[in-house]
Structures are given as structure tokens and as C-alpha cells.
């Protein structure tokens, strides 16, 4: 989540020094690190009423599933990268004399061989301890950091969670929730992906999915065709015949009450695409609701620009234009099967749902315990 702006911040004549913010208290923070196929992600935070409030962040892409393909295993080159990210977020752990934290690690070491090798010399050379969660885990995480973008009119959802190295889908029926409850209803299935008895009323997981494919594994999988659109179409093609298994694949859904919320650095780069933006602005992107022909529109554009086009493209960045088409492969094999005019750009996810969850557990938040 964004850093909130202190109030009056600029009210005051220039003469006239703000007084320096408060030093939040440590035992009142939280971290929460996701370390994916693609990137290192890192967010520190306290609580503030419902929500939170982010003190301290760090993003840097580190690839640290490069060559996973071929080889089954993380390279010397990719965790040496790695490993120095790490470094940096420790420091600031430690700065910050953070004592909550979550700190885990996906796909990428949920599949290399030497994973358990890797999370030891993590631990031996940072002092960090990472968790490689499960696929369900990661879903479920996914969802909560999401809820506050549900709609009240909302009674089918997809939530996607397009990542480097895997693509979770989970499909959630709120028709039997009231509707003033249905964000809050998402909120608590901190307790897992299983419909459990509650008191409270309840989402119903209908249906959830891992997919082993996300914008880096999907790249390299085709990276041997040449032809841009030919590449494209197979990746897209590709992506869409791995969610055979998912029950409500084939089901056509009413335009009317269902929603889609995306989650990743490919719906959100897409959405700024759409919107014009020269310069990342988050609280214009985070929320957005797009049309599948506003995204394919943006895809198209893509195309037409080509791999020259797209690396010069300030919209997309030097981060994402190797990885832009491959995501928006997955993006739009997703429009192909549930067409929507309800499709919510969400800049959060994993990092946002684990502290999230955190901080529910302990009952930090105004509302309480979800």
C-alpha cells in the first residue's frame, strides 16, 4: 500500500519547519517479504484503523528462476543476485528493529532442486530465515490482500494472481452473503481455501487453481519462436489449455454480478498503458476497473510496437518489457474464457495479504480478528 501523506503536510509557509515524523514503535511493525521466480519484494508496516500504514519497502527484480527451466535448479548467478537483495531488506528489518515477519519464497523454490541448499546459505549469509509456502498458501494470500477492491454488487469473483513462475486462480461465490458483508467475508478466509462452518457469513470457494506458468516460465517455455505475434499467440494458446481442470472454466458467466480482480505487475503496467501514464502513479491504477476491449486494446498496441518498440516504451519499463507479452498472454486467455466489464486492477498482493493476515491473528486491526 502506498505511504500515506501526514495531514497538513504543505499547509504551513515555507518559513515554517513540519516537525519530524514519529519514530513508530517497533513492536508495533510488521514485514512481510515475497520472494518470487522474477522478484524480491518487501514491505514494513503498522497498523493503522482497518488498514495499514507502510513505513519502509523494497522491490528489485533478481530473477532468481533464470534457467530454472532447462536445469531444474537455481543458478550460482541467480542466488548470488538474490542473495544481496536480501541483504538490503535485512538491513532495513533491522534498522527497524522489526520483530513480526513473515518472510517466504514461491514458486522458483517450491520446484529447484537445490532450494533446501539455497534457503541454508540465505540463512548462513543474512541471518534470514525464509518460508517456502504452497501454492495454496500463496492463492489464499493473494485473495485477502484483495478484499478491499470487492464489490457489494459482487456474487461470482476471479481472483488471478499472475507471477513469475506460476499463476493462481481462485473462483468465489459471495450470492449467499449479504451484501454489506461480502469485502469482509474475503477478509476471513485467513483460515484456508476450505468452505469451514462459521458464524459469521461466508465466502464459498468454488474452485481454485495453481498453474505452473507465469510471466518468466511462459517466456521461456517459447523462447526458440522467432515471430513476435506468432510467439504470442502461442503462449496465450498455451496458457489456456492448462485450465482444462478448472471446474468453472467452461461455464459462461453473467456479465451482471461477476467480477474479475487481477493482481500482478502485468495488470498493472496494462492499466497504466491505458491510462497514458509516463510515470508509475499508483493511487490511479490500484482500483481501476478496465473492459476486455480497453485491455485488448492495450495488447494490440503492444503488438504493433514489437520487442524494439516495447523496450523503449516508458509505460512498460526496463523491469517489465521482457516479460510484458508473456504476461499479457495469460491476461488475455483469461478474457477469452470470462469476458467482463468488471475486471479490477489491484496493486497488491502477496506481500499485502501476508500482512494482512498478521495482523488479523493479533488483533491489531480496529475491526478486529477476521
Known amino acids: 500500500m502506498a505511504p500515506k501523506r501526514p495531514n497538513g503536510a504543505g499547509a504551513f509557509p515555507k518559513a515554517v519547519e513540519s ?25 514494513i508496516a503498522q497498523p493503522k484503523g482497518s488498514q495499514f500504514h507502510v513505513v519502509d519497502s523494497f522491490s528489485k527484480s533478481v530473477q532468481l528462476g533464470a534457467g530454472l527451466e532447462k536445469t531444474g535448479r537455481l543458478s550460482r548467478g541467480s542466488m548470488r543476485r538474490t542473495i544481496q537483495a536480501l541483504r538490503i531488506c535485512q538491513q532495513k528489518l533491522k534498522r527497524h528493529r522489526v520483530k513480526h515477519m513473515r518472510l517466504v519464497a514461491t514458486e ?13 546459505q540465505v540463512r548462513r549469509e ?4 525464509l518460508e517456502i509456502i504452497p501454492p495454496e498458501e500463496e492463492a489464499r494470500l493473494a485473495v485477502i490482500s484483495c478484499a478491499p477492491l470487492v464489490s457489494t454488487k459482487t456474487e461470482q469473483l476471479l481472483v488471478v494472481d499472475i507471477g513469475g513462475g ?24 485467513h483460515h484456508g481455501l476450505q468452505n469451514i462452518d462459521s458464524l459469521f457469513p461466508t465466502a464459498r470457494v468454488v474452485d481454485w487453481i495453481s498453474v505452473p506458468l507465469g510471466v518468466a516460465t511462459l517466456r521461456d517455455q517459447f523462447n526458440d519462436v522467432e515471430d513476435d505475434a506468432a510467439r504470442f499467440a502461442l503462449m496465450s494458446w498455451f496458457f489456456e489449455e492448462n485450465l482444462a481442470e478448472f471446474a468453472p472454466y467452461k ?34 491504477v490500484d482500483g481501476l476497473r478496465m473492459t476486455s476491449e480497453q485491455i485488448d486494446t492495450v495488447i494490440n498496441s503492444y503488438l504493433r510496437l514489437g520487442p524494439a518498440g516495447r523496450r523503449k516504451d516508458p509505460r512498460i519499463g526496463q523491469d517489465r518489457h521482457a516479460l510484458i507479452m508473456s504476461g499479457s498472454a ?11 466489464d468488471r475486471l479490477s486492477v489491484a496493486d497488491r498482493g502477496l506481500r499485502e495479504g501476508l500482512l494482512y493476515a498478521q495482523m488479523s491473528a493479533d488483533g491489531v486491526l480496529e475491526d478486529g480478528p477476521f
Not at 543474512?126 to 530465515?129: D, S
Not at 506460476?166 to 469485502?183: A, F, G, K, Q, Y
Not at 498493472?268 to 502513479?281: F, K, N, P, Q
Request: with cysteine; proline share 6%; glycine share 6%.
Open 19 to 43: 516537525p519530524a515524523p514519529k519514530t513508530p514503535d517497533p513492536s508495533e511493525l510488521y514485514a512481510a517479504l515475497d520472494l518470487g521466480t522474477n522478484s524480491c519484494r518487501m514491505l
Open 108 to 120: 522458483a523454490c517450491r520446484r529447484a532442486h537445490n532450494a533446501k541448499d539455497f534457503i541454508k
Open 126 to 129: 543474512t541471518g534470514l530465515q
Open 166 to 189: 506460476s499463476t493462481e486462480l481462485v473462483w468465489i461465490d459471495l450470492s449467499r452473503v449479504d451484501r454489506i458483508e461480502r469485502p469482509k467475508a474475503i477478509m476471513r478466509m
Open 251 to 284: 461455464d459462461e458467466q453473467p456479465r451482471e454480478g461477476f467480477q474479475i480482480v487481477g493482481t500482478s505487475g502485468t495488470v498493472t503496467t496494462v492499466a497504466a498503458s491505458h491510462l497514458g501514464l509516463r510515470r508509475y502513479d499508483r493511487t490511479k
Open 330 to 340: 495469460i491476461l488475455q486467455a483469461l478474457l477469452r474464457c470470462w469476458p467482463t
